[in-house]
């Protein structure tokens, strides 16, 4: 049984830290602290509360931080630690936008956004490979999964077609074939 956060304030002070360390790559993060550090959920539960997240509307990392909340501590919980999750990163974004505001206008500036940009898309990747070996408990097994992830990546990075029209399809497709399988 994994650990679980002995107080509301715990809940708090772990969101928001996971918030703050992860300016466009939480969800990286959010494993490492989660998972590893914390131990609040295991690897298997990770990807099950993640998965749930992403067919939610709004960010994956938000609705992740809701439902460990609830998990944990019911309604009073999932408000807590969304307040974790945005609270102070709501005002390093103001700051920060006051700050770019007078920045903008520098070259280095705007690349260093970028950099930012490319830094996320690795730490997601990364934690994407390190939750693989998770998959091997999944109804669809590793096979198919990445399969479907594979096409995913085709659909939205090659053939552009929008995000909402391939989570309809892979994403309903997906969980279609999942509960098939588990009534077997």
Request: proline share 5%.
């Amino acid at each position: 049984m994994p650990n679980r956060p002995q107080s509301l304030a715990q809940l708090f002070i772990a969101f928001t830290r996971l918030a703050l360390q992860g300016f466009g790559g939480v969800l990286a993060v959010a494993q490492r602290e989660l998972v590893e550090r914390l131990g609040w959920l295991s690897k298997e539960e990770f990807v099950e509360t993640l998965a749930i997240a992403q067919v939610l509307p709004g960010p994956n990392v938000v609705n992740l931080s809701m439902m460990v909340g609830d998990r944990f501590f019911g309604l009073r919980g999932a408000v807590v630690a969304l307040a974790g999750m945005l609270l102070a990163p709501a005002v390093v974004v103001l700051g920060l936008a006051a700050i770019y505001g007078e920045l903008a206008r520098y070259p280095a500036a705007v690349s260093a956004l970028r950099g930012m940009g490319a830094v996320a898309a690795g730490l997601v990747l990364a934690t994407g490979i390190k939750l693989l070996p998770a998959l091997k408990t999944s109804p669809l097994g590793r096979p198919l999964a990445l399969g479907l992830a594979l096409l995913a990546f085709v659909a939205i990075g090659l053939l552009r077609w929008p995000l909402f029209h391939v989570l309809a399809l892979l994403g309903g497709g997906g969980m279609a074939l999942a509960w098939w399988r588990l009534r077997k």
